[in-house]
């Protein structure tokens, strides 16, 4: 790895070099401020949907359970988002602390989501399963908007006052 990858995305840069590289990061849809795409959300987006099914077609629980966790670099790898190296890429040189703000909160949601997928394995009711369904979403929806915030280059506050509840 180039002593170059280890720089992060938001280092103190002025010059071509870093507007080049906040304007290729823009051009890909990745917030040059923070080297992170809102692509990754889709991932739980995904989730989400599945579970807000569950109450109205609880034959969708699954669905539900087809959805395994992935790293944002898995994401990426696996999707056909036109930058994937140069999210990935940005992901591993933005700023250490944004980065574990963001990974905190996606472990978070990775951590409830398998949760509910393992409780849903092990119940039988479809009402225990709707409800399953309706508390994860309820959990889970908050934390996207929150990474969504940190992608964005949110306040830190929000965040905080989310993972407190």
């Known amino acids: 790895m180039s002593s ?33 795409a809102t692509d990754y959300l889709n991932h739980f987006n995904e989730a989400v949907m599945l579970l807000e099914m569950i109450p109205d077609m609880p034959e969708c629980a699954e669905d539900f359970l087809t959805w395994s966790p992935l790293s944002y ?21 933005a700023e250490p ?14 951590s409830i989501l398998t ?6 394995r092990e119940v039988e009711k ?6 399953l369904a309706e508390q994860a979403t309820a959990w889970v929806k908050p934390l996207i908007a929150a990474c969504g915030g940190i992608i964005n280059g949110g306040a830190e506050a929000d965040v905080d006052s989310i993972m407190a509840n």
């Open 115 to 120: 949760a509910v997928g393992s409780a849903m």
């Open 73 to 93: 670099a898995e994401h990426f790898t696996a999707s056909n988002f036109k930058a994937r190296d140069l999210a990935i890429e940005a992901y591993e040189k």
């Open 126 to 131: 479809d009402t225990t399963r709707i409800r």
């Open 97 to 110: 602390s944004v980065r574990a703000q963001f990974d905190h909160i996606t472990d978070t949601m990775t």
């Open 4 to 36: 170059m990858a280890s720089q992060p995305a938001t280092r103190a840069q002025t010059g071509p070099e870093a507007a080049a590289w906040a304007e290729r990061l823009r051009v890909a849809n990745i917030n040059p401020r923070t080297g992170l």
